[in-house]
Structure formats: structure tokens, C-alpha cells
């Protein structure tokens, strides 16, 4: 059984941990976008977002022996359907009091629709998943 506890997660532009000092380093958190589309796009058809999204969590461990960190990453789009899904694997050193997670999502494919995208990461308990963490972003469309 995994005993990790998700502490926290934030969405930015990139997340950096310095090898000199191992602090970790948000750049450009993220709480709201604009995209700009032109007026006669089909908008009816997906759009791909041109961002690359780090999602950086923060993990207490408590495993008595090596293991891998179990849970998923899924974006939802304003009109709730999954646009993303994620499945990572992180090696745990039971060594190591936490864990730092860096997830990158290269692009956001769905149709172009003003709203809150909402990131969801579920860790798994037992046979299923439970979520532990709902990060909204904020997403306005501008017609040019």
C-alpha cells in the first residue's frame, strides 16, 4: 500500500529544483490565460492551447521500502470533458522525507471555449482512485 500524503500542487510555466541547493523554483504560476483566435475560426473544432504547463506537487513520504509514487493527472475542460490524462511514474527512495513532482503538458487540445480547465490529481487507494488535488485555470478566448 502506498503511504505518500499529497501536500500541495500549482500550476506554472516551469518548475526548476536548483542541483546546488535543491529549493524549488515557480516561474510563472498560473491562475489565468488568454488565447487569441481569429474571428473566423471553426469553433467547433478542437483547438491545440500553445503552452507548455508544469504542474509541481509536493509529496510527504512515509514508505518503509522502495517503491513508485501511484497517481494520475487529468484535465477537464469547461464543459467537463477530459481533454488530458497523465499517468506518471515516480520512483520513491524511502530515504527521502518527500517528493517533488514536476509534470509537464506540452499544448491543451479542446475546443476553444472560455472557462475554468480544471487539473485533477487522483492517487490510488486500493483498487481506484481518489482525488487529491483540484487546481482551476482560468481560460479567456479573444476573437482578433
Not at 488568454?34 to 473566423?40: A, G, M, R, V, W
Not at 472557462?115 to 486500493?126: L, N, P, S
Request: charged share 35%; aromatic share 10%.
Amino acid at each position: 500500500m502506498n503511504k505518500y500524503k499529497h501536500r500541495w500542487s500549482i500550476l506554472c510555466q516551469k518548475g526548476i529544483i536548483d542541483r546546488s541547493d535543491n529549493n524549488l523554483s515557480l516561474i510563472g504560476v498560473l491562475e489565468m490565460l488568454t488565447f487569441n483566435i481569429p474571428k473566423d475560426a471553426d469553433k467547433s473544432s478542437e483547438f491545440v492551447f500553445p503552452i507548455a504547463i508544469d504542474v509541481v506537487s509536493l509529496w510527504d513520504n512515509d514508505m518503509e521500502k522502495e517503491g513508485e509514487l501511484d497517481f494520475i493527472l487529468e484535465v477537464f475542460s469547461p464543459d467537463k470533458k477530459r481533454i488530458l490524462k497523465i499517468v506518471p511514474k515516480f520512483d520513491i527512495d524511502k530515504s527521502k522525507e518527500r517528493l517533488r513532482t514536476i509534470i509537464t503538458a506540452n499544448g491543451l487540445k479542446a475546443l476553444p471555449i472560455d472557462g475554468v480547465y480544471t487539473f485533477f490529481i487522483k492517487e490510488r487507494r486500493g483498487s481506484g482512485y481518489k482525488k487529491v488535488s483540484e487546481i482551476p485555470l482560468k481560460v479567456k478566448i479573444d476573437e482578433v
